[in-house]
């Protein structure tokens, strides 16, 4: 049976939507896990438990079209950090976009990075429309896929995932509108203020 760290590379952490998709995750996965929220900054006590495990998966949003800075600086400690045996690394990532592919360079520098320093690279889930399919219903399609991915895990295979809303862009554009104006009244925040270049 695996050892599996689950990483958040989240800034928003216990908040975020790689948070759920974690709890999905750990449904289905037949081992042991480990959870960590790199907001938390404990990296060295982390690192020092990684011998321990077969694998890590990491688990976060795209941001611009690449990994959050909080993610990056996790890596550039990990990397620092001796790693005698080192497990097998993996992916879920999700995008606000509803193309999945729009997560295909940060699921890149993912693998740059183990195979500059020695990780064997396993699975890949890209989520599309990351940010509101779990509250859709298409959640459905959202969870059977991370069913799949994390059996790839437990089976010790190589797989690479998509899924996203089955929206035309025309629609999912409607909707993300529709919900971010409900998400601003709900903080105070008008449609034009959210629509001017003012942030304050």
């Not at 429309?129 to 896929?145: C, D, Q, S, Y």
Request: aromatic content about 14%; some cysteine.
């Amino acid at each position: 049976m695996g050892k599996l760290i689950i990483i958040n590379g989240s800034p928003r952490a216990s908040k975020s939507n790689s948070k759920k998709y974690a709890e999905v995750f750990k449904e289905h996965y037949k081992g042991e896990i480990l959870e960590y929220n790199i907001v938390s900054k404990k990296h060295e006590d982390l690192f020092e438990k990684i011998n321990e495990y077969s694998d890590i998966l990491f688990i976060f949003p795209l941001y611009v079209d690449s990994i959050p800075a909080v993610f990056t600086a996790f890596l550039k400690s990990l990397e620092e950090y001796k790693i005698d045996i080192k497990p097998t690394i993996h992916v879920l990532i999700n995008c606000g976009f509803i193309e999945s592919e729009q997560n295909f360079i940060a699921v890149e520098i993912i693998k740059f990075f183990a195979r500059q320093n020695g990780y064997p690279f396993g699975s890949t889930l890209c989520i599309g429309g990351g940010e509101a399919i779990m509250g859709t219903p298409f959640a459905f399609l959202a969870k059977r896929k991370i069913k799949k991915f994390a059996n790839s895990i437990n089976n010790g295979k190589k797989s690479f995932y998509t899924v996203t809303m089955p929206l035309t862009k025309k629609l999912f554009i409607k909707a993300s509108t529709n919900y971010w104006i409900k998400y601003g009244e709900r903080n105070g925040i008008t449609r034009e203020e959210m629509e001017t270049m003012k942030i304050e």
